[in-house]
């Protein structure tokens, strides 16, 4: 499993939203959606 596989997996298993994730870790939507899809790791 990969870093990507375990955001979602997480993410989805506390309940949250990308948004809600982004919030809490301070930073955009979008990032939360390219690490979970396995564009970015930065």
Known sequence: ???SEKLL???K???MTQEQ???KL???R???SK???GVSHS
């Open 13 to 15: 298993a506390n309940d």
């Open 21 to 23: 994730l982004a919030e």
């Open 9 to 11: 997996t997480l993410r």
């Open 35 to 37: 690490w979970e899809s």
């Open 1 to 3: 499993m990969d870093f």
């Open 26 to 28: 301070n930073v955009s």
């Open 30 to 32: 979008q990032s939360i």
